[in-house]
């Protein structure tokens, strides 16, 4: 549902705030979105964020999840979707997905959970294969497997797939400009 504040009219409200409803009654009509809402008051916009930040909290508790934190250019977020949705469905049938993020700036927390009933440990056996369709295709549009928590020690050898030669030597470079005595977390990606 798109919510207005009772009583307002669109001459007295931002450009933004109604080209941002004009998009999300848009996306609701082209069936692109199911329901959607805006805060009407910093309390309503508390509890919004509330919900967003929980969202890892609620994944955890209810079992495990294969987690991604990857970016692909907003315009080809929709067909990353469907393609990763059709490739994993078929990898992994009865696979949830738990898509949340920074949709805006191509950001995505791209997340799998088990099927239901599925044992923990059975699902998260396929944690490498599922890597590699979702890297695979993150590459194959132009994204990057690391957003905004970086690699990590967990794809650190994703990064001999995913970069060139070039742009590891460079990654080597920077490194050893700002770090020339290898005393900053030494042997982590690098």
Known sequence: MVCAAP???YATRSPLETQVELALSSALEADIAL???LAQSGEQASALWALRENIAEAQRREGPNI???????VSAIPRFL?????????AFP???FVTFGHLGDGNLHYN??????????????NTASANRIVHDLVAAHAGSISAEHGIGQQKRGELLRY??????????????ALD????LNPGKIL
């Open 7 to 9: 009583g307002r009219r």
């Open 35 to 37: 329901d959607a809402t």
């Open 67 to 73: 987690k991604h934190d990857i970016s692909v250019p």
């Open 82 to 90: 469907d393609e990763a949705a059709v490739a994993l469905t078929a």
């Open 94 to 96: 009865n696979l949830r």
């Open 112 to 125: 799998l959970a088990a099927p239901s009933g599925q044992e923990a440990a059975a699902f998260m056996a």
């Open 163 to 176: 970069k060139s030669a070039v742009e590891l030597d460079l990654m080597r470079m920077v490194k050893t």
């Open 180 to 183: 020339p005595e290898g005393i």
